[in-house]
């Protein structure tokens, strides 16, 4: 069973720049981070859930959605069991709580929330002048 927490979240202006971290624990030994394929997700207040960002090491895939594409990038440290969204150029519209998830499946569209098994408690992203 694997704990899910971020952390890095916070209040913006417009045009900067953010970094979440989200550290798992409770990772077998024998296996790293890279087993999994990771994702983040946000929701904002009055929306749906929507994904974000992934990486899916089975497939080789990283995805993003169409409005961060250019802006947002994931990785991870393995080593770490960490994963990380730098978010750049933020923007009034990128305003929402930031959820880290875990699957133990990998695929090749991995924006999809049904996928995950392992879910963070979120931290909120303001951005406003």
């Known amino acids: 069973q694997l704990q899910v927490v971020e952390s890095g979240g916070g209040l913006v202006q417009p045009g900067g720049s953010l970094r979440l971290s989200c550290a798992a624990s409770?990772?077998?030994?024998?296996?790293?981070?890279?087993?999994?394929?990771v994702a983040w997700f946000r929701q904002a207040p009055g929306k749906e859930r929507e994904g974000v960002s992934c990486?899916?090491?089975?497939?080789?895939?990283?995805a993003y959605a169409d409005s961060v594409k250019g802006r947002f990038t994931i990785s991870r440290d393995n080593a770490k069991n960490t994963v990380y969204l730098q978010m750049n150029n933020l923007i009034p519209e990128d305003t929402a709580v930031y959820y880290c998830?875990?699957?133990?499946?990998?695929?090749?569209?991995?924006?999809?929330?049904?996928?995950?098994?392992?879910w963070g408690q979120g931290t909120q992203v303001t951005v406003s002048s």
């Open positions: 998830a875990i699957a133990r499946i990998h695929s090749n569209g991995c924006l999809v929330a049904r996928m995950y098994d392992y």
């Open positions: 990486d899916s090491p089975g497939y080789g895939r990283t």
């Open positions: 409770g990772v077998p030994s024998g296996i790293t981070l890279n087993y999994y394929t």
